[in-house]
């Protein structure tokens, strides 16, 4: 069955249909299936998700991948867990820590020379799980072949600039990217990035991307994501992450609505209330704050005498 999405209608309407790259397969009962049948079904979701992820996201890293040089035994580089998108649209995981260490020839000329290196993440594949072939003939007796596809993740360290590779512009790149540029004719110049990240914009100004959507093409080349860059500066290792990796993020937008939405009621404004005074002391009468003692009647020879001189007080014995 067929579906036409198409709306308007065939009167006076001039079209041209062109192949995408995505196509599914289409089972139906009593049918034959051969193999390429069952990978075309997963051919057809991963190069969904490639084209998904590749045009929303564009290429960088998502999460993680931080690098450290730890220096105390020898020069060691240190990547933490993380997750990537390569310029295909193909995750890359790292799942565990992955050091790599310099023996101490390489450290030290590394260190006496002021020398430079740049960590990258690549995309390896794998086959495993192999399995004999099944079949009446007897050329593939014996003949087995992998049943899975495992997705690896390499971290490299190169010490020479990679030239292909999805991270920020370096001086080089600039460099050749402004030559381009005046070639022909500053087109770029008027150009304003949407964003005042540098990273952002240098790709948006770049004269070798495709206006097109040309994602995956010149714009973000190969299968590698630069994650840092380590540079021997004043007698220590500096890691340079911002302006080195390209950091993307699923954007939150605004939500503009939909026509004949009702509008939400304003929220009111928070009244800060003073607090009330404190309460005025009661006044208490004088009636109170003095009782009523009555006076008690002393006989005149029930009152004791003092001496005149204390000395004659009789001291108890």
């Not at 045009?55 to 990537?84: H, R």
């Not at 860059?229 to 992450?241: D, E, L, P």
């Not at 009468?285 to 009523?292: Q, T, V, Y």
Request: charged share 25%; aromatic share 4%.
């Amino acid at each position: 069955m067929t579906q036409n999405c198409n709306c308007h209608g065939s009167g006076g309407q001039y079209s041209q249909t062109v192949a995408g790259i995505l196509e599914r397969p289409r089972y139906s009962p009593g049918l034959i299936l051969e193999d390429s049948d069952l990978t075309a079904a997963v051919d057809y979701t991963r190069s969904l998700s490639r084209l998904l992820f590749r045009n929303l996201f564009g290429c960088g890293v998502i999460c993680g991948l931080t690098a450290k040089v730890d220096v105390e035994c020898g020069l060691k580089v240190t990547v933490s867990p993380g997750l990537a998108l390569d310029g295909c649209g193909d995750p890359l995981q790292l799942p565990a820590p992955v050091t790599i260490a310099f023996d101490k020839r390489k450290a030290d000329e590394l260190g006496k020379a002021g020398g430079s290196f740049w960590v990258t993440l690549c995309g390896k594949e794998k086959l495993c799980q192999p399995r004999a072939l099944v079949c009446e003939a007897d050329d593939y007796d014996g003949v087995t072949q992998a049943t899975r596809i495992r997705s690896l993740s390499e971290v490299s360290i190169s010490f020479e600039e990679p030239e292909c590779v999805c991270g920020c512009q370096s001086a080089r790149a600039k460099a050749e990217a402004a030559e381009r540029d005046a070639a022909t004719g500053g087109a770029n110049a008027g150009r304003v990035p949407p964003t005042g990240d540098p990273c952002h914009a240098e790709h948006e100004a770049r004269v070798d991307c495709a206006e097109e959507c040309g994602c995956g093409t010149a714009c973000d080349c190969g299968c590698c994501v630069l994650l840092a860059r380590a540079s021997f500066v004043n007698g220590a290792w500096a890691v340079q992450h911002k302006g080195v990796r390209r950091l993307v993020r699923a954007a939150l937008v605004v939500d503009r609505g939909a026509p004949g939405d009702a509008q939400p009621a304003p929220t009111p404004e928070a009244v800060e209330v003073p607090p009330p005074p404190p309460p005025k002391p009661e006044k208490v009468p004088r009636e109170k704050l003095e009782p009523n003692v009555e006076p008690v009647a002393v006989e005149a020879d029930n009152v004791p005498t003092l001496p005149d001189d204390p000395k004659d007080a009789v001291r108890p014995a």
